[in-house]
């Protein structure tokens, strides 16, 4: 009886030690993250979700910038059989004769990244994958490996829906953008509220800051938006290192609801600037106009290729109650818009 609870104990302690073990090394790995600039571009085989990998090349201009490309697979989605030979085809993801679904899209975005300057052919490159959610196919993850530093992954996830896929993928992370492609409609903040697309979800729910992309890549300059409160004024300044990095010219602006308080709207543009001057990052000029600001917002953005607003930290029953400028500019923009968080 007491060797059986000796034995009892020492793999009890064994098990503490390795699941100490396993946290040590996810430690290390998010410590590691948290240096890097990481950017989810993710992606659902449309046109419109391609041009988030195109918007993610050429932001990651830096060999400290890394790019994991996301494809969310519903759970077991045309694979009811055969799953002998889905198993043995994610162990050889990119080169598999049998495509799980997902993979092809993959490639796109793989080919999209070479287009844009990023070639990966010669880079080292791993694969890994785990079982999910009792699928065949389960996770699969390819990572590329420039000598620099610079990493790109594509990762094919499996999940219930893909909205959740994509913010269970962030928890793997950490990422500093996610970026997602223009939905094909948006709802209303009611309709939001009970029934969201996926890419109005992650862009109320994401913990981090999300860009939707729109075809808006031939155009330049980021039109940075502040209200000089304390909030915006921060992403006055993640945007403007965003854009400062990228070689894009920088637009501040601002707007006042009434002709009373334009002069507010002159300070927060003012401060916005010089903030940046403190930070050695020129500002190509300043706007301000009265009105309503979403509208003003969208309609003097829409030349610029980047549309910056401050998300407002409202949850989903907030917003249905008080409304929110940065997702209204989001929804209405002709641009691209980065909601900074």
């Given at each position: 009886?007491?060797?059986?609870?000796?034995?009892f104990?020492?793999?009890?302690?064994?098990?503490?030690r390795?699941?100490?073990?396993?946290?040590k090394?996810?430690?290390?790995?998010?410590?590691?993250r948290r240096?890097?600039?990481?950017i989810?571009?993710?992606?659902?085989?449309s046109?419109?979700?391609?041009?988030?990998v195109?918007?993610?090349?050429?932001?990651?201009?830096?060999?400290?910038?890394?790019?994991i490309?996301?494809?969310v697979?519903?759970?077991?989605?045309?694979?009811?059989?055969?799953g002998l030979?889905v198993?043995?085809?994610?162990?050889?993801?990119?080169?598999?004769?049998?495509?799980?679904?997902?993979?092809?899209?993959?490639?796109?975005?793989?080919a999209?990244?070479q287009?844009?300057?990023?070639?990966?052919?010669?880079?080292?490159?791993?694969?890994?994958?785990?079982?999910?959610?009792?699928d065949?196919?389960?996770?699969t993850?390819?990572?590329?490996?420039?000598p620099?530093?610079?990493?790109?992954v594509?990762?094919?996830?499996?999940?219930?829906?893909?909205?959740?896929?994509i913010?269970?993928?962030?928890?793997?992370?950490?990422?500093?953008?996610?970026?997602?492609?223009?939905?094909?409609?948006?709802?209303?903040?009611?309709?939001?509220?009970?029934?969201a697309?996926?890419?109005?979800?992650?862009?109320?729910?994401?913990?981090?800051?999300?860009?939707?992309?729109?075809?808006?890549?031939?155009k330049?300059?980021y039109?940075?938006?502040?209200?000089?409160?304390?909030?915006?004024?921060?992403?006055?300044?993640?945007?403007?290192?965003?854009?400062?990095?990228?070689?894009?010219?920088?637009?501040l602006?601002?707007?006042a609801?009434?002709?009373?308080?334009?002069?507010?709207?002159?300070?927060?543009?003012?401060?916005?600037?010089?903030?940046?001057k403190?930070?050695?990052?020129?500002?190509?000029e300043?706007?301000?106009?009265?009105?309503?600001?979403?509208?003003?917002?969208?309609?003097?953005?829409?030349?610029?290729?980047?549309i910056?607003?401050?998300?407002e930290?409202?949850?989903?029953?907030q917003?249905?109650?008080?409304?929110?400028?940065?997702?209204?500019v989001?929804r209405?923009?002709?641009?691209?818009v980065?909601?900074?968080?």
């Open positions: 009886m007491g060797k059986r609870i000796a034995s104990f020492r793999r009890s302690t064994l098990s503490d390795q699941e100490a073990a396993v946290q090394t996810l430690q290390h790995l998010r410590a590691q240096s890097r600039f990481r989810l571009a993710c992606i659902d085989g046109e419109e979700s391609f041009v988030s195109r918007a993610a090349a050429r932001m990651a201009v830096t060999p400290d910038c890394d790019i490309i996301l494809y697979r519903p759970i077991d989605t045309g694979l009811h059989s055969g030979q198993r043995l085809a994610r162990q050889n993801m990119m080169e598999a004769g049998f495509e799980l679904p997902g993979v092809r899209h993959l490639k796109t975005a793989l999209i990244l287009d844009e300057g990023i070639d990966t052919t010669d880079w080292p490159r791993t694969t890994e994958y785990q079982d999910a959610w009792n065949p196919a389960g996770d993850k390819v990572e590329y490996k420039e620099e530093g610079r990493s790109v594509l990762k094919l996830k499996t999940a219930p829906d893909v909205a959740n896929g913010l269970d993928q962030y928890e793997l992370g950490p990422y500093n953008l996610m970026i997602l492609g223009e939905p094909s409609r948006w709802r209303g903040e009611v309709r939001a509220f009970f029934d697309g996926i890419v109005q979800m992650i862009t109320t729910l994401a913990p981090c800051s999300v860009l939707v992309a729109r075809q808006s890549l031939e330049r300059g039109f940075i938006c502040t209200d000089g409160t304390s909030r915006s004024m921060q992403a006055v300044r993640r945007a403007a290192v965003l854009a400062h990095m990228t070689g894009e010219p920088i637009t602006f601002s707007v609801t009434t002709q009373e308080g334009r002069a507010a709207a002159e300070e927060a543009v003012a401060n916005g600037k010089a903030l940046l403190a930070m050695k990052i020129p500002v190509a300043t706007k301000v106009a009265v009105g309503r600001p979403d509208e003003e917002i969208v309609e003097s953005g829409s030349l610029y290729r980047v910056v607003v401050s998300d930290g409202r949850s989903r029953f917003r249905l109650l008080r409304g929110s400028l940065a997702t209204n989001v209405k923009a002709r641009t691209s980065l909601d900074v968080r």
